[in-house]
């Protein structure tokens, strides 16, 4: 299909408007992309030695709210499921596992999910915390 314009027939589409449009929703998504991946909302437990979550894509995050809810990553789990989703997920894949519990989750909530994660074959686990209030400051 051509255009008539005022000499003749325009037959090629411009397409710069196209590429600028994809180029500025491309920097917004990989502005918006790590903010995303904060994952479940837990109040963590407190300690003076706390390393930093890694941020590469080869490890999924474990978390148990205070109400006893399971999510891996942001995806909600039941906790007889567990085990089967972190064969699946973790240990076909190769992937490191990091458990984030609430610190008002009950101790024997906890080792149920750790219990999972054992049984599921997975033998190394990071567990994450937060560090101290005056900690923070140094």
């Known amino acids: 299909m051509a255009i008539k314009t005022g000499g003749g027939f325009l037959n090629e589409i411009n397409v710069t408007p196209f590429v600028d449009v994809m180029l500025v929703l491309l920097i917004i998504f990989m502005v918006t992309a790590p903010l995303m991946t904060q994952g479940v ?14 941020q590469d894509s080869e490890h999924l995050v474990l978390s148990v709210k205070k109400d ?11 906790l007889d499921e567990l085990q089967a989703y972190i064969q699946r997920l973790v240990a076909k894949q190769k992937k490191q596992l990091f458990l984030r519990a609430d610190k ?35």
Request: glycine letters at 8%; hydrophobic letters at 35%; a negative charge.
């Open 41 to 54: 909302e837990v109040d963590l437990p407190t300690t003076r030695t706390v390393r930093n979550l890694p």
């Open 68 to 78: 006893g809810t399971i999510f891996l990553d942001e995806y909600q789990v039941a």
């Open 104 to 138: 008002e989750v009950p101790y024997g909530t906890v080792v149920q999910v750790m219990g999972e994660i054992k049984a599921a074959g997975i033998d190394r686990l990071g567990i994450v915390a937060e560090q101290p209030k005056q900690d923070k400051k140094r």
